[in-house]
């Protein structure tokens, strides 16, 4: 279940939503991506948000039970080291996925099993990020002024782990070891050419 949709938010709702992430404290990863998590509950400020993205997942997806589970921002630039999203799925609470694209620079497209999207600033991609394999192509710029910024907001039903044991039960043993066999399953038939990360050096990472 994929689906584009373009231009979700105004220019003016993307810049918002920029100046509030901008305004809150950030760290950088491994993935070569300046990140921070966004409060669900600052409706104050984000009602609006909220709401747009749930209006958006819940008909996308023929779900109104759905629940949020987290929305993060991510700016990915060379100035953060080297962006990478390798082939992979979702170990968190990622059910139903809302990716926007926020602002960017240079295109960089994403794919979800084998189908490229191109998004422009605005613009959405929806899929099921726990059971559909996702991935960008090498990043296509080294330059530190490049970049691409992302909201993605996360939803599962309310019987989902996440409810029932809380978020740290990705730490679990027997559910990381039954998420690495899924993976394994996943990428041991995965091939495209946009692929520079297969099998061992993803499941690698993602085991320690």
């Known amino acids: 279940m994929t689906k584009h949709v373009r231009q979700l938010l105004s ?6 939503v920029v100046d ?21 509950f600052d409706t104050d400020i984000l009602s609006w948000l909220y709401d747009k993205c749930f209006c958006v997942a819940s008909s ?13 921002f991510c700016r990915y630039s060379p100035r953060y080291g080297a962006p990478r999203v390798p082939p992979h799925i979702d170990e968190n609470a990622c059910t139903y996925t809302v990716d926007i694209q926020l602002d960017s620079s240079t295109e960089w497209p994403i794919y979800i099993d084998f189908e490229e999207f ?3 600033d605005g613009d959405a ?16 710029s080294d330059h530190g002024s490049e970049f691409v910024t992302m909201l993605f907001a996360h939803y599962a039903e309310p019987e989902h782990w996440f409810f029932k044991y809380g978020q740290n039960h ?7 070891s039954e998420w690495i066999a899924k993976m394994k399953s996943l990428l041991s038939s995965a091939r495209h050419e946009t692929m520079t990360e297969l ?10």
């Open 170 to 176: 990705i730490y679990d043993k027997d559910f990381h």
């Open 60 to 72: 996308v997806f023929a779900r109104t039970t759905i629940i949020p589970t987290y929305y993060k």
């Open 199 to 208: 099998d061992e050096n993803v499941l690698f990472e993602f085991q320690n």
């Open 125 to 140: 991609v929806l899929y099921m990020g726990e059971d559909q394999l996702h991935w960008r192509p090498p990043f296509p």
């Open 20 to 40: 509030y992430a901008l305004s809150r404290p950030w760290s950088v990863d491994s993935w070569g991506r300046q990140t921070c998590d966004v409060p669900l």
């Open 11 to 16: 220019p003016e709702e993307r810049q918002f």
């Open 118 to 120: 191109k998004l422009t």
